[in-house]
């Protein structure tokens, strides 16, 4: 008996010093033992109801219900190694991860859609997984996918943007050195010396000039989205777009040149860009409006201003068939898009509906657009030009000026007219265009061209 007690406690000794020089020697974690005290709950903590203890449940209670698997719905070649998987998931923003020949990738869905680039070397099967948040990884889809042509048109970054390839040199190069600021200082002494002068002697009156630039996607997003072209890409912030507007704001008191870059950062985790369209939404063309009509209120103070807090429109989410970069990639997608749809009747003339029933919203182009608008209203009036991205903020600008007017064909003329300027003596002139259509020859790009127009 006495050997037994002797041997037990030996053990015993033996197992307790064993313990302490694991513990010591870094090889396990340290056992918490009773005499150590748990965090005290802070004040701010009580008042909220959440202590240690609550918090400590919720994040170790672990997901039961399993996510839907996706749905595959298509896939194309971009390039020659780079595949672009298209799909659908249940729950929008679903975390989508995919496997191919061993190199795993994940993005977000954007939507209930995801566009996914995938590098291809050699064929394989594509596993793709989705995960909607608080619930488990869902079962494996599997595509075929095979190295092979592409146009090299589009790029797909993450969270399932896609981005038209030309304007990746907007981030990688399409600088601002000196010699196109000589040409770019050129350009503004001229607007600001003979261009503003010649709108005012034929409207007889203070008009005012607007450039009005938006970002790319490309810009706009930076490199958050880009992946691929980090490496190479350079400061964002002295583009061509940016230098003109920095060069050209404020140097003459009737000429206006809108910086919309924080303006689109700010907003750049909403749908303000398509993801299968090199265009901004009516969401994005909500945004640039209200700072176009930030300056047109400082001039002109009682101007009202439409706006969804005010309860001017309403915003829905359709489901849409994709846009311009669909047929660049050879693959029919589509997407979740913003519409806003006017709560007042006098919405001028840039309204037409792709809805079938009948209500107002922004159209997505300028076919059967009337050239002029008019509404009842003490506010403005604009001589409007632009190209694409007008067709999105004119039904903004035809809502909200009391009167508008437009050349020929309403978009991609940049000519100005002697006989509307004379005739209809404008408030403001207004010209709208995209990123795109900036190059290095600012003696000879849509710029100048609207700009030495009158001679």
């Known amino acids: 008996m006495k050997i037994t007690v002797r041997i037990t406690a030996a053990l015993l000794l033996m197992f307790l010093l064993a313990a302490q020089f694991i513990s010591c020697s870094g090889q396990s974690a340290p056992v918490t033992t009773e005499t150590e005290k748990a965090p005290e709950t802070t004040a701010e903590q009580t008042e909220a109801g959440?202590?240690?203890?609550?918090?400590?449940?919720a994040e170790t209670e672990a997901p039961t219900e399993k996510t839907a698997k996706p749905k595959i719905l298509g896939t194309t070649m971009l390039s020659e190694n780079k595949a672009l998987i298209y799909g659908s998931t249940v729950e929008d923003g679903a975390m989508i991860r995919t496997i191919f020949n061993g190199k795993e990738t994940k993005n977000r869905s954007?939507?209930?859609?995801?566009?996914?680039e995938v590098d291809v070397e050699s064929p394989g099967k594509a596993a793709v997984y989705a995960t909607e948040?608080?619930?488990?990884?869902?079962?494996m889809v599997r595509t075929n996918l095979s190295p092979g042509e592409g146009t090299g048109q589009v790029w797909g970054g993450r969270d399932s943007r896609l981005f038209y390839t030309p304007t990746l040199e907007f981030l990688t190069g399409n600088r601002a050195d000196e010699a196109v600021q000589t040409t770019i200082d050129q350009m503004t002494g001229f607007i600001t010396n003979k261009t503003i002068k010649d709108i005012q002697s034929l409207t007889g009156k203070k008009t005012k000039l607007m450039y009005v630039v938006i970002p790319d996607p490309a810009t706009a997003y930076c490199l958050e989205h880009l992946p691929y072209v980090q490496d190479s890409v350079q400061d964002p912030s002295t583009s061509l777009m940016e230098a003109f507007i920095k060069t050209l704001d404020g140097k003459n008191e009737d000429v206006y040149a809108i910086d919309l870059m924080p303006t689109?950062?700010?907003h750049k985790d909403e749908y303000i860009y398509f993801s299968t369209d090199t265009h901004y939404t009516e969401l994005g063309a909500y945004y640039a409006y209200l700072e176009i009509m930030k300056r047109?209120?400082?001039?002109?103070?009682e101007t009202k201003v439409r706006t969804v807090e005010d309860g001017d429109y309403s915003v829905e989410y359709l489901d849409v068939a994709g846009g311009d970069m669909c047929g660049m990639a050879g693959l029919g997608m589509k997407e979740i898009v913003p519409f806003f749809i006017a709560q007042?009747?006098?919405?001028?003339t840039y309204y037409h509906s792709k809805r079938n029933d009948g209500i107002r919203s922004a159209g997505f182009g300028?076919?059967?657009?009337?050239?002029?608008?008019?509404?009842?209203s003490d506010n403005p009036t604009a001589y409007f030009l632009g190209d694409s991205y007008g067709c999105y903020i004119l039904p903004f600008i035809g809502a909200n000026f009391s009167k508008v007017w437009t050349n020929e064909g309403v978009l991609w003329n940049y000519t100005l007219d002697r006989d509307i300027l004379s005739e209809n003596q404008p408030d403001y002139v207004i010209l709208l265009i995209c990123q795109r259509n900036i190059d290095g020859n600012f003696l000879g790009n849509v710029i100048s061209q609207f700009s030495m127009s009158l001679g």
């Open 264 to 266: 689109m950062r700010a």
């Open 344 to 348: 007042f009747k006098e919405t001028g």
């Open 296 to 301: 047109v209120k400082n001039d002109y103070p």
């Open 366 to 376: 300028p076919s059967g657009w009337r050239r002029d608008s008019e509404i009842k």
């Open 50 to 57: 959440t202590g240690t203890e609550a918090e400590t449940a």
């Open 133 to 139: 948040d608080g619930k488990l990884e869902s079962n």
């Open 110 to 116: 954007k939507g209930k859609y995801f566009y996914i």
